[in-house]
Structure formats: structure tokens, C-alpha cells
């Protein structure tokens, strides 16, 4: 009998693709202390606009790169429109909650995205998980929910709910994400859901306006070239690897989180978001290690009959999009 020789999706690049990975981490850091101190004169809206308005350059450019304005076509914009819409509210708590909270803790809470996400696979995508999975899954919550201490009234409660309802907004959109990446390019779903973002934050602009200041208005426009600049590079990270390999830089979030709340704002984190943090990263490591391992093994059993393994696949480039 022969020896099954294991193959995995190779990763082009592995310093060059860390690199970018991890910066794509610090800048969308960056841009998350940009929305926090420009919450303090402008609305939420203000700051969605922004963001996405001053993204648009940086995608502009990565779809002349990656195919054309040929990916801008589409016959599905409803699903476009829907996915923008539920992404907004993702962004809209998530930027709320940053001023509601320490960066560190609506950082922290944001990451039970990915658990919910799986939670909500199962019913709307008909996907299956394994028992090591939920138990992953039951545990990053009990953690997301710890951080949350319910024992906190007032503001910093609020401040949890916000964030954790920004998670929730999130997987949903991952889930509009996954429907359409069956059908449309990646880069296509990053340009609608930019355009709508846009769009949604300068109509509640109009009734939500606050005087644009010339001291604090380089703050917004580092939001939107903070996160134009990080879509690129995560963009291209997840170009050049699978899934597996870029996913765990994400935590990188929490790190820098933490170290902007002591450096910029002399806040020091209480206890329990460093433990709950800990016990997310390890949740959602073991997750990403599940689908890793699952994918050798089919590696594997594609080697056996004498098939070349795939490349990156499309779900891959869907999470670079987010």
C-alpha cells in the first residue's frame, strides 16, 4: 500500500504575506483609534462616510489591478444592497461601542463574530459542525459574555450590548458574504458594500451633521485612508494564501488594542478582558486549526487518486474582503 502523501494550499511568499497580514492589522488598529477620538466631535455617520468614502481610492485601484471595472458588473444587486446594509450596522455599533468603551474591550467582544457565524451557519447555509467545533463556539461566547460583566451598570453595560450587537450585525453580513461569493468576484462584494456604505452614511449625515473642525478633521480623513489602506493589504495577503494561514493575525487586533488604551488613554484593562480575550483567541485558533487540519485531509484523499489539490478558493477571498 502506498503512502498518502499529504498536500496543503501552499502560501506564495510566507514573510512577505505575514508582513501584510500584520500590517493590515495594525492600520485597521489605527483607523480603530482615529474613529474613537473622532467620536468625540463627529456622529456616527459622519465617520461611516468617511471610512468608506475615502476607501473607495485604494479599491479603485485593486480592481484596475484585478480584472477591471468589468468585476462592477452584476445581476444580483439586492444581495449587494442587503449585505451593505447589515454591514453598516455592524460598523455603525462597532463605532458606537468605541465610544461607549475602552478599545481593548469592544475590540475583544467584536471577535465573537466568527463564533456567531458559525452559530448561524448551520440554519441559514445548511452548513455542519462537529461537535469539537460547537464546544469551541459555546466556550468563545461564555468568554464574550464574561468580558461583558453584567455585574457593570450603566454606560459600560451599554457599551458591551453595542459591541456584541456589532458582532452579531457582522456574522450576518459574513453570511450575505458567503451567498454571494458563490456567484460574484471578491472584489465586487468589497466595491458594493463600500458604495452603499457611502451611500447610507452620507444620507444620515444630512440629518446627523456636525461642523466639519479643522483641528479634528484630519482624524476622519485617517479613518478612511487607514482603512482603505488596510482592505489593500489584507486584500493581498489573502491573495497569496489560504484562509488558515492569514485568519489567526487577526487577534493581532486585541493586542494593539490594549497597548492603545494604555498609551493613548491611560486605561488599563480590567482583569477579565484579558482572560476572555485569551480564551477567544484560543477558541477561535482551535476553529481555524479544525479547518486547516480538514483541509490536508482532503488534500490527502485528492492526492490518493491522483489529483493536483486546489488553490486558494473562493471562500478564501471572501474573508479578505471583509
Known amino acids: ?30 483607523m480603530n483609534v482615529f474613529v474613537k477620538i473622532s467620536a468625540m466631535d463627529y456622529s456616527t455617520a459622519q465617520i461611516i462616510f468617511f471610512r468608506n468614502a475615502l476607501a473607495f ?6 480592481i484596475s489591478k484585478n480584472g477591471g471595472f468589468g468585476l462592477l458588473k452584476t445581476d444580483n444587486h439586492l444581495g449587494h444592497f442587503w449585505r451593505g446594509a447589515v454591514g453598516i450596522m ?3 455599533c462597532f463605532f458606537i461601542s468605541f465610544d461607549l468603551l ?11 463574530g466568527p463564533l456567531i457565524l458559525t452559530l448561524l451557519s448551520v440554519p441559514l447555509l445548511g452548513e455542519k459542525v462537529g461537535m469539537p467545533r460547537w464546544c469551541a463556539v459555546v466556550i468563545g461566547l461564555g ?3 464574561f468580558m461583558m460583566n453584567p455585574q457593570d451598570i450603566g454606560e459600560h453595560m451599554v457599551g458591551s450590548v453595542v459591541a456584541f450587537m456589532a458582532a452579531f450585525f457582522a456574522a450576518f453580513a459574513m453570511i450575505f458574504v458567503r451567498k454571494l461569493g458563490r456567484s460574484e468576484h471578491a472584489m465586487t462584494i468589497v466595491f458594493y458594500f463600500t458604495l452603499y456604505g457611502m451611500l447610507l452614511g452620507g444620507l444620515a449625515m444630512i440629518f446627523m451633521w456636525e461642523p466639519l473642525q479643522k483641528e479634528t478633521f484630519f482624524f476622519l480623513v485617517m ?9 489593500v493589504m489584507l486584500t493581498y495577503a489573502y491573495a497569496h494564501a489560504p484562509a488558515a494561514y492569514v ?25 477579565h478582558i484579558y482572560i476572555g480575550s485569551t480564551v477567544i483567541i484560543a477558541s477561535g485558533l482551535f476553529i481555524v486549526y479544525r479547518e486547516h487540519t480538514k483541509n490536508k485531509r482532503i488534500a490527502a484523499r485528492s492526492a490518493s487518486y491522483g489529483l493536483e489539490p486546489t488553490g486558494p478558493t473562493r471562500c478564501d477571498k471572501e474573508q479578505g474582503s471583509k
Open 223 to 231: 479613518t478612511g485612508f487607514m482603512g482603505g489602506v488596510g482592505q
Open 90 to 92: 455592524g460598523m455603525c
Open 143 to 145: 468568554a464574550v459574555f
Open 102 to 112: 475602552p478599545l481593548s474591550n469592544a475590540t475583544a467582544i467584536h471577535f465573537a
Open 247 to 271: 485568519a489567526p493575525f487577526s487577534y493581532l487586533q486585541i493586542v494593539l488594542a490594549i497597548g492603545a488604551d494604555i498609551v493613548i488613554w491611560n486605561t488599563f484593562p480590567d482583569w
Open 1 to 30: 500500500m502506498s503512502k498518502t502523501i499529504v498536500k496543503e494550499t501552499p502560501v506564495d511568499s510566507p514573510w512577505k504575506t505575514f508582513m501584510f497580514a500584520a500590517g493590515a492589522m495594525v492600520f485597521f488598529s489605527m
Open 57 to 62: 481610492f485604494p479599491i479603485l485601484y485593486l
